[in-house]
């Protein structure tokens, strides 16, 4: 299994500001992806990072609100910008190995983000 | 659009007791199933993977079940402990993409 870290683990933001938010991994992997859970609720997948190319978003998250980077197959960032109360939220990186059979996919420990 | 449901929403039992968590997926067009645990404030950990062609799959006191046809997952704790407190969620793979269900809410008492 892949071992995933987030920095940071934490932050308290104000609002209007942005966050950079970085997910590291210790062997290389085809797919990233980044995931919001909002307070109470389940886990909504934001974008997949995609190396070397422009990240896929999902519906109702844009590229200029939630900027992505994945300059090589461990590293990743995603940057959180012009921050809102509506952003608190835990930020998830996950990881998926497409050259294992299972496609199972591996979760790094988040990064809680509180907006005042 | 794939739509996972889990029921119940929260549960709670005595230690020792066995948890029967279920997982509902709209379409079963599905690559394979995950379960996870999420401790508050935390990150998640996978628990079993099941993948489509699979009915079961064991690791220790934990037991998942998945019957594509009928869009069904059934994981099954034996035996539970103060330590498997935790929220659980079931995610569906569909075309590279996880879905969640909103999660278990599991309080194990001693």
């Known amino acids: 299994s892949a071992v995933i870290s987030q920095k940071p683990s934490r932050d308290i933001c104000q609002r209007g500001t942005s966050?950079?938010?970085q997910c590291q991994v210790d062997s290389q992997v085809t797919m990233m992806f980044w995931y919001r859970q909002q307070p109470g609720q389940s886990l909504t997948l934001i974008a997949t990072a995609n190396q070397g190319s422009e990240a896929t978003?999902?519906?109702?998250?844009?590229?200029?609100k939630f900027p992505i980077s994945r300059p090589n197959l461990t590293f990743?960032?995603?940057?959180?910008?012009?921050?809102?109360?509506?952003?608190?939220s835990i930020y998830?990186?996950?990881?998926?190995?497409r050259g294992l059979p299972n496609y199972e996919q591996y979760f790094g420990p988040g990064t809680r983000l509180t907006v005042t | 659009k794939q739509e996972v449901t889990q029921i119940p929403a929260a549960l709670s039992v005595p230690e020792g007791e066995n948890l029967v968590l279920n997982?509902?997926?709209?379409?079963?067009?599905i690559y394979n199933l995950q379960w996870f645990r999420q401790d508050p404030g935390k990150g998640l950990t996978s628990l079993l993977l099941i993948q489509s062609s699979q009915r079961e799959q064991t690791s220790g006191r934990l037991n998942a079940?998945?019957?594509?046809?009928?869009g069904r997952s059934t994981l099954y704790i034996a035996a539970s402990q103060p330590g498997d407190s935790a929220t659980y969620l079931c995610a569906v793979n569909s075309?590279?993409?996880?879905?969640?269900?909103?999660?278990?809410q599991v309080v194990v008492t001693p």
Request: hydrophobic content about 30%; glycine content about 8%.
């Open chain 1, 19 to 21: 966050l950079t938010i």
């Open chain 2, 95 to 104: 075309w590279g993409k996880l879905q969640f269900g909103a999660g278990t």
């Open chain 1, 92 to 97: 998830l990186c996950s990881v998926e190995d």
């Open chain 1, 57 to 64: 978003y999902e519906s109702g998250f844009v590229i200029d």
């Open chain 2, 23 to 29: 997982c509902s997926f709209t379409d079963s067009a």
């Open chain 1, 76 to 88: 990743s960032t995603l940057t959180v910008s012009n921050m809102s109360p509506e952003d608190s």
């Open chain 2, 65 to 70: 079940s998945l019957d594509k046809s009928s």
